[in-house]
Structure formats: C-alpha cells, structure tokens
C-alpha cells in the first residue's frame, strides 16, 4: 500500500472542509491538501441544498441570537457573501429575498419592536413593517381563508435587497474547484474513501487509513460531521463530549406561497430554530417549511447504518442521562420533543404541522403542502458531559498535537468560511507557515453591499406609530367594554 503525503489531509468534503481547504490553497504558502471523502461526491450529506434551509444566518431575523452572537454571525455570514460575489455566483449559488422575523400577537410585537430598536445599529438595513406594508410585502402572511386580515397584531421586522439565499452543496462544489485552481498548489479529492481511522505518526504528523490507502499529513482536520466526533474518541480524545443527532424535516408546498424568508420568534427556552417558511432555490423557489426536530438514533439521514456508530459516539453514561434529564425536566422541551416526534408520523403528521405553520400562513389548506421525502438532515449537537448540558452551536476538539475536530450543527454552514480561518490559523502557528492575512481580510472580511433603506429616524417613528395604534385598540377596546356594561 502506497503511502500519499500530504502537509494537510482534510476528511470530510462538506461545506466545512471544502471552506478550509479553499483558503488553506489560496492564502496560505501551504502547497499540498489532500480531501479525502466518504461518499461519490462532495457535500452529500448535511451541506447538499436539501438537507438545510439555505439560508445565511446573519443573526437579524434570528430571534434566539444575542447583540454579542449577532456581531459574531455577521461577520462571518458576510464572508460567504464576499466569497460569492467575487466569483460572480449571483443567482447560480447566492440568491437574494425579502426576509422578516414575524411577531405574531402583542407579546411578540413588543418583543420584535423592543429587539429592532436593540439591533438596528448592528443591521442599519433593518425595517419595521405593519399588518399593510406586510399586506404588500408578503399577503399570505396577513390573509385568512376568505381574504380578510387575520384578528392578531403583527409586526415584521426584516429586510429587502440582501443576499439571504445559498445552495451550500454548490458553493461546497465551488470551494474546492477554486482551491484547485490556486496556481502552485496540489489540491487532491478521494471519494469513495471512508477514513477508518488516525493515528500519531512517531516523529511527526498523523497516519490516516482508509479501507484502500495511507495518508501521511503534517496536519489533520476533521470535518466530518457527527462522525469527527466518532474519530476523536476512536483517538482517546473529547471523551467528555457526545453526540445527540437532531434531525430535521421539511414539508414543501406546491407554490411559491412566501415571497421571502419568514421565521418565526423562538422559544428562548427550546435549543432549536423556531418554524421558518423560505424559498427553496432548487425547487422553483415554492416554500419550504420546516425544519423539525427529532432525535435520531444514527448519525446520517437517508443513507444506510451509523447506528452502532450513534450508540458509541453518544458514550451513554451516568453524565449523559442528567445531561438529557435537565432538557426533559422543562416542559416545554417534553412538548416541542414529543409533538416533533408526531410531525413524522404518517397522516397525522400534515394535520399536526398545519397548525404550526397556520402561524405563518393563517390560510394554509392541507392539500397545499406535503411532507417533503429526502430533505433534510442531522445536526449534530454536542452534549457536555463535564457540565451535564446540551452545547449549543458548534464544538472544536483541539488536543494541540497537529489535529483538528469540528462538529458543526446550525448556522455551521453560513460560518463555514469563519470556522476555516480559525482552523486556517492554528494550522499555520503549528506548521510554522505563512497567511496572507491582508488579502484575506480585503476579499473576505468588511465590506457593506446593503443598500440602506429609509433613514434609522424614520424607521424608529413607525416603531412608536405602531405601539401607539395598539394603544389605541386596547383603549378603544375597553371604551366599548365599559359602554356594554360588562
Ligand atoms: C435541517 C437542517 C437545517 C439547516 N439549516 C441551515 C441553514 O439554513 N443555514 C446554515 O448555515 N446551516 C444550516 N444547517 C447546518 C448546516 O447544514 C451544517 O452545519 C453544515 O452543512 C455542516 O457542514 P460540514 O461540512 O461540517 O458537515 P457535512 O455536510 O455533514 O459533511 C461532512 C462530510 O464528512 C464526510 N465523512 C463523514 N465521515 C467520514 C469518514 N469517516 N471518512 C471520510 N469522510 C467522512 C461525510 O460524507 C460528509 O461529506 C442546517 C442543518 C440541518 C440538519
């Protein structure tokens, strides 16, 4: 067996290892990249366009997102924009929609109209719209059945004219094409190729066996998703860490019922994006609802087997049951957990969703949507067994001896480009490399490409226009109260 060296191998070729070995190829002086990867093609499994929301998580219109995580989201979702746009993948792999957070009752509004004022310094671009700009805007969202508004106050917060929209297996596609076009360097994929396992190298690097071949690399990334924690226990490293795969479904419509992207306001309590509705790009832009989530007992959607491979990377123990005793113990976790389990049961599941959804689309029949088969993924959500607590976001295992692992549930693919420059720094402090991080930083990072909306002054007298109507409506409706007599 012929041993190929590499200075980096890379496993996995999701939108995360081809993020990394792209800037690796064309801003570091490191010349050799080897990918090597499970399945026929690259990002078939959570990064292919139908296995997530395609969206780009700027951290605007996502109400469980901090000011602090938004800063973070925004600079790194700005990435994948700028990356877009210098190849010129406007409407090939970047699309452009309207996009709102959609404050449903009073509560809400006053949440969304009390968040605009805390983040739109953060999102200048951000406007306020009522029931009749939304009526324009987005009418499916105000109409009931017989075309009459719906009864509750709502508001949208969002935004037109930004780039919301990626078809992330594409731009995967497209990160590892450009990598190999950065003149001086070996960019080389193995498909069909399932990483076995890794070991440390006496003197130096790491061994990375397949069933077929040897890969000799200074410096391992794992990017394989659910299963790089699976390699990094295989390792003896993270065994404080385990996996809980969450997957999520879709139900499709049968027209584009949504002009743009509307997410609803999240659960502060519940670890998981709130129901959106967005354009699917690869289905004639007719909407997509979703996604749900269910605890799967493997670590890959729609492909055969990883359930042993669940089971070990879970390391069921003492830590893990408190760990998943504190999420069951809040109700509304039981809830949101038992009724997504329903979501996938047949029949049931189109009656259950269309009373989810109908906060979205009030008119919504269910002859207009359809469980959509074959969309969908895992993310893998890390459990913190030193901490008895469900990790949200992202985890890194970095033993500092030349290896990288990366677990990358939700938003992992908008911070693909993010993710890659951190690893893309500890690989060259460790390799002793050079970055050139002022071309990185001046085709990568900054820039502004929102077109600003009406000035922030006026955008904020229709915050008070709107409190002031539902001021008015409650005033009114005590009038009529008091003059009835009850
Ligand atoms: C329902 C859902 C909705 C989502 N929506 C969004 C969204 O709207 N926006 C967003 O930013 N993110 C979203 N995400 C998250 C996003 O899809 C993921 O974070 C991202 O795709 C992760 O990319 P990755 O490359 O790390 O992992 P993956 O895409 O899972 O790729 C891992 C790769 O590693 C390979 N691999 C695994 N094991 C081995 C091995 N032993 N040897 C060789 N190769 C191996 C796999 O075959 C695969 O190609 C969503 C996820 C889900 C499930």
């Not at 957070?101 to 951000?126: D, I, M, N, Q």
């Not at 731009?171 to 994929?189: D, F, H, P, R, Y």
């Not at 970055?435 to 990568?444: A, I, Q, S």
Request: charged fraction near 25%.
């Amino acid at each position: 067996m012929s041993l190929k060296k590499y200075e980096v191998v890379i496993v996995g070729a999701g939108i995360s290892g081809a993020a990394l070995a792209y800037e690796l190829a064309r801003y570091t002086d490191i010349k050799s990249i080897g990918i090597i990867e499970k399945y026929e093609d690259v990002a078939t499994l959570n990064s292919s366009g139908t296995s997530n929301s395609q969206t780009i998580h700027v951290g605007d219109i996502e109400t469980n997102y901090t000011l602090d995580k938004a800063a973070v989201t925004k600079r790194t979702a700005k990435m994948v924009e700028k990356y877009c746009l210098q190849y010129h993948y406007q409407n090939e792999l970047i699309f452009s929609h309207q996009k709102m957070a959609l404050g449903v009752g009073e509560k809400e509004v006053e949440f969304l109209l009390h968040r605009f004022e805390e983040f739109s310094k953060l999102f200048p671009y951000l406007e306020v719209w009522d029931k009749e700009r939304l009526k324009e805007l987005e009418p499916r969202v105000v109409l009931d059945e017989n075309g009459n508004d719906r009864p509750e106050n709502i508001v949208g917060i969002g935004a037109k004219d930004q780039w919301t929209t990626v078809d992330f297996g594409k731009m995967a596609k497209s990160l590892i094409e450009n990598a190999q076009k950065q003149e001086g360097k070996t960019v080389e994929v193995f498909f069909n190729s399932q990483v076995k396992s890794i070991e440390k190298n006496e003197a130096k690097g790491h061994i990375v066996h397949t069933e077929d071949e040897e890969f000799y690399a200074d410096f391992v990334v794992v990017d394989a998703g659910a299963h790089s924690l699976f390699l990094a226990h295989q390792m003896g490293y993270g065994h404080n860490l385990g996996c809980l795969p969450m997957a999520g479904s879709f139900y499709m419509t049968n027209e584009r019922m949504l002009n743009g992207k509307v997410y609803m306001i999240q659960n502060p309590k519940l670890p998981f994006a709130a129901l959106h509705g967005d354009p699917d790009v690869l289905a004639d832009q007719n909407t997509r609802f979703g996604p749900t989530a269910l605890v799967l007992p493997k670590l890959e959607r729609y492909k055969s087997g990883t359930y042993m491979d669940f089971w070990k990377t879970l390391r069921l123990d003492k830590n893990i049951i408190i760990a998943l005793w504190k999420l069951l113990k809040e109700k509304d976790i039981r809830k949101y957990i038992f009724r997504n389990f329903l979501f996938e049961v047949p029949l049931l599941n189109k009656h259950l969703f269309l009373k989810d959804a109908r906060k979205i689309v009030p008119s919504l029949q269910l002859d207009e949507f359809r469980y959509a088969q074959g969309f969908g993924g895992v993310r893998p959500q890390v459990l913190n067994k030193d901490e008895q607590k469900l990790m949200l976001g992202e985890a890194s295992i970095d033993p500092g001896t030349g290896i990288l692992f990366n677990m990358t549930p939700s938003p992992g693919a908008t911070s693909c480009l993010g993710n890659a420059e951190r690893d893309l720094r500890t690989i060259v402090k460790y390799l002793g490399k050079k970055f050139d991080e002022e071309l990185f930083n001046d085709e990568l990072t900054e820039g502004e490409y929102c077109v600003l909306p009406e000035p922030l002054e006026s955008q904020k007298a229709r915050v008070n226009l709107i409190r002031a109507e539902i001021a008015r409506t409650h005033e009114k409706f005590h009038e009529n109260y008091t003059l009835s007599g009850k």
